[in-house]
C-alpha cells in the first residue's frame, strides 16, 4: 500500500482470537479502524446477519468472522467477546459511514452506541467537510474507494470486481451474493482487510487536512448530529402491515390503468423515452430540452408542465392536461411507489412491525439530510398514501409534527438583512402575500401569489425563469417582469446575492456559511451561491434543534428529521405538552435579528393524518 507492506490476519483459531486480542494492547495508544462485513444493508430486517468485524492500522488488519451460521462454537462466542471487548475500550476508533456499523455494533452485539461513539472519528463527515462535492460536481466523493484512491494510492488494489466474479461462480449476484460467500474465500477477506488498512490512512490524511482548514469544532458538531439522527433511526417508525399489503395492490392496479391509457396513444412502455417522446411530438407537443446524447427529454420535470401539474400534483390551470403526460406521469409514480415504499416498508420492518429508514445527516453539497430505504423525503408535500403507512408507536398514541415556519425565506432576510423582508417578518405578514402585494398591488390574485412564492422559492432553490414559468404556468415574460419587481422591491438580497457572487468571480471560488461550512462553486453556476448558503444554513438550524431536542431528553419520542420539519409520536394524554416542548427547543428567537418560529400540528394514528388521511 503506497509502497509499504500490509498483513491481513484472518481468526481462524481460538489461538487466533488470543492474538487478535494480544495485537489490540500493541496498538492502544494508536488510532484503530472499525469495519463490517454483513448480509445486506438491512440491519434490522429478519435474517440479518454480521459475518466479519475487522479492524485494522495503516499497516496490519484482523478479519474476524463472528457469523453464528458459519462459525462453531465456542469460537463464535470468543470471537465476539474480542470484537465488543475492543469496541467497548479502545479509545480511538476510526470508521467510515461510522453510523451504519455503529447501529450494527449495537444492534448485533450489544455495544453501547453512546459510548462507541464517543470514541469513534467518522472519516465520512471529515470528507463532506473537506469537500462535500460529488463526482458528478467534480469532487470526489464519500466511497472509501475513490477517497483512497485520490489520498491513499491510486493503485490500491480494489477487489469489489473480483469478489463479484466470485458472488456469480456460486449463482449469485453483487446484491446477494454477501450473504452466501463462504467467510473464509481468500477475495472476501482480502476485501474486508483492505477496507480497514485503507481506512486507517485515510484517517491521517482527512483529519491533517479538518485540522489544518479550522474544521475542528465542526467536525464535533457533525458527530453529535449523527449521533442523534442514529438514535433516531434505531428507534425506527412503526408501519400497519396490512395497509400497506392493500396499498400495494392498489398500486399496482394503479400503474396498470394508467399504462393502459398510455397505451391508447401508441406507448407500450411508459418507460421507454422514445416512445413517449415521438407521442408527444405526434400529438403536437414541442420539446426542446434534450439529454447529454441528445434524445428528447420526457422526465417529470418536462412531463408535469404538459400534464397541468406542479410540483405537488395539483392541477395549475396553465393549459389543457395532455392525457398521455399524465398516465405516464401517474403510471411510473404509482410502480415506484409500490417497489420504493409499499412493498419495501414490507420487506424491511423489524419483528416489531417497525422499519428503520436510513437517515445521513450530512448529504448533498449543502448538507442538507438525506433518508433512504425508504426514501421519505422525496414524498410530495401535500400527499398523505403513503404517509398513512406509518403509525403511532401504540393505540392510544397520537403522531405529530413540528416544523420552522418559512424558514428559507426567514434565514434569506436574515442572512441579506434586507429591510423591507425583515420588517414584514417583525410585523407578522405572510411574506408570499406580503411580496405579491408589493408587486401586484393590493388586488394580487392568487395566481399572482403563486408567482410570487415562486419567484421567492427561486431565489432559495436557484431556479431560473424557464422553470419558474413551467412550474407556475405564468407566461415567460410574466415571470422575468416579475424577478425584476422581485430584485426592486427586496434590494437588500440583490446586493447580497451579488456580493456572493463578485467574491467567487474575485476571490475563492465558495461560500462559507455562519457554521464554517466551506461550500465550493461550479464556475458556470456563480449564481447559485444564495441558494447554496440558504439551504446549507436551513440544514444547520434544523441539526442544532436536534442537539437541543436530545439535551432535553426528547429524542426518544422523536420518528423521522424531513426537510425542515420533525415527526414525533406520544401517547394522547401528554401529546399537546410534548408537542409544545419540542416546538419550543426548536424555536429561534433571534437569528441575525429575525425569529425563525415553529408551527405545531398534533395528529391521529398515522402520519398521514397531518397530511388529511382519514382518521
Request: hydrophobic share 40%; proline share 5%; charged share 25%.
Amino acid at each position: 500500500m503506497a509502497g509499504e507492506a500490509t498483513t491481513i490476519r484472518v481468526v481462524e483459531t481460538r489461538e487466533d482470537v488470543e492474538a487478535f486480542t494480544a495485537w489490540t494492547e500493541t496498538v492502544r495508544s494508536r488510532v484503530v479502524a472499525f469495519d463490517t462485513e454483513t448480509t445486506s444493508t438491512d440491519i434490522y430486517a429478519p435474517g440479518f446477519r454480521l459475518r466479519l468485524a475487522q479492524f485494522g492500522t495503516e499497516t496490519d488488519a484482523w478479519v474476524i468472522p463472528v457469523d453464528a451460521h458459519q462459525v462453531p462454537e465456542p469460537r463464535r462466542s470468543l470471537a465476539a467477546r474480542a470484537v465488543v471487548d475492543m469496541l467497548n475500550d479502545h479509545p480511538r476508533l476510526t470508521v467510515h459511514n461510522a453510523t451504519f456499523d455503529a447501529l450494527i455494533a449495537a444492534r448485533h452485539l450489544g455495544v453501547d452506541l453512546d459510548s462507541l461513539w464517543s470514541r469513534v472519528t467518522d472519516t465520512t463527515i471529515l470528507a463532506h467537510l473537506c469537500d462535500p462535492r460529488g463526482p458528478e460536481d467534480g469532487g470526489t466523493g464519500m466511497s472509501l474507494k475513490a477517497l483512497a484512491a485520490q489520498r491513499v494510492d491510486s493503485d490500491a488494489p480494489d477487489t469489489a470486481t473480483g469478489l463479484y466474479a466470485a458472488f456469480r461462480e456460486i449463482g449469485h449476484t453483487k446484491d446477494t451474493g454477501w450473504a452466501a460467500i463462504d467467510l473464509h474465500h481468500p477475495l472476501y477477506t482480502l476485501y474486508a482487510g483492505l477496507d480497514v488498512i485503507l481506512g486507517a490512512r485515510l484517517y491521517h490524511s482527512l483529519s491533517a487536512e479538518a485540522a489544518v482548514r479550522g474544521f475542528g469544532r465542526l467536525a464535533e458538531f457533525e458527530h453529535a448530529v449523527a449521533l442523534v439522527c442514529a438514535k433516531i433511526e434505531a428507534r425506527g417508525f412503526r408501519v400497519d402491515p396490512g395497509y400497506l399489503s392493500e396499498l400495494s395492490i392498489r398500486l399496482a392496479g394503479e400503474a396498470t390503468q394508467w399504462g393502459g391509457v398510455a397505451a391508447e396513444f401508441g406507448v407500450t412502455s411508459v418507460n421507454a423515452p422514445a416512445q413517449v417522446s415521438a407521442a408527444l411530438v405526434g400529438m403536437g407537443e414541442t420539446l426542446t430540452e434534450t439529454t447529454d446524447t441528445g434524445a428528447l427529454k420526457v422526465d417529470k420535470e418536462v412531463l408535469k408542465p404538459l400534464a397541468d401539474l406542479d410540483r405537488d400534483w395539483e392541477r395549475v390551470g396553465a393549459r389543457e392536461p395532455n392525457l398521455l403526460a399524465e398516465a405516464v406521469l401517474r403510471a411510473k409514480r404509482a410502480a415506484k411507489w409500490r417497489v420504493s415504499y409499499a412493498d419495501a416498508m414490507l420487506s424491511r420492518r423489524d419483528a416489531d412491525d417497525r422499519i428503520h429508514p436510513s437517515i445521513t445527516a450530512l448529504k448533498a453539497r449543502t448538507a442538507r439530510m438525506s433518508i433512504s430505504r425508504p426514501p421519505l423525503q422525496q414524498l410530495p408535500s401535500g400527499d398523505w398514501v403513503i404517509r398513512r403507512a406509518l403509525v403511532a408507536d401504540f393505540p392510544g398514541w397520537v403522531v405529530g409534527g413540528v416544523d420552522y415556519a418559512a424558514v428559507e425565506m426567514r434565514i434569506l432576510a436574515a442572512l441579506s438583512g434586507d429591510p423591507v423582508m425583515c420588517q414584514a417578518i417583525h410585523d407578522g405578514h405572510d411574506l408570499h402575500d406580503y411580496t405579491a402585494e408589493l408587486i401586484f398591488g393590493p388586488a394580487f390574485t392568487k395566481g399572482h401569489r403563486k408567482i410570487a412564492k415562486g419567484v421567492g422559492f427561486g431565489k432559495v432553490y436557484g431556479g431560473g425563469p424557464d422553470t419558474l414559468a413551467r412550474q407556475t404556468g405564468a407566461p415567460l415574460e410574466q415571470v422575468r417582469a416579475t424577478l425584476r419587481e422581485y430584485d426592486r422591491v427586496y434590494r437588500g438580497i440583490k446586493r447580497y446575492s451579488r456580493r456572493l457572487v463578485q467574491r467567487a468571480e474575485y476571490g475563492c471560488r465558495e461560500v462559507i456559511t455562519p457554521a464554517g461550512r466551506v461550500l465550493p462553486l461550479d464556475r458556470r453556476r456563480l449564481y447559485a451561491a444564495v441558494n447554496y448558503m440558504v439551504q446549507s444554513t436551513a440544514r444547520d438550524v434544523l441539526a442544532e434543534a436536534l442537539l437541543r431536542l436530545d439535551e432535553r431528553g426528547l429524542t426518544p419520542y422523536l420518528r423521522l428529521p424531513v426537510h425542515d420539519e420533525v415527526v414525533w409520536t406520544a401517547p394522547a394524554d401528554i401529546a399537546a405538552d410534548v408537542g409544545r416542548e419540542i416546538a419550543d427547543a426548536m424555536t429561534v428567537p433571534d437569528f441575525f435579528g429575525v425569529p425563525l418560529f415553529t408551527d405545531l400540528e398534533i395528529g391521529g394514528y398515522s402520519w398521514g393524518s397531518l397530511y388529511g388521511a382519514p382518521l
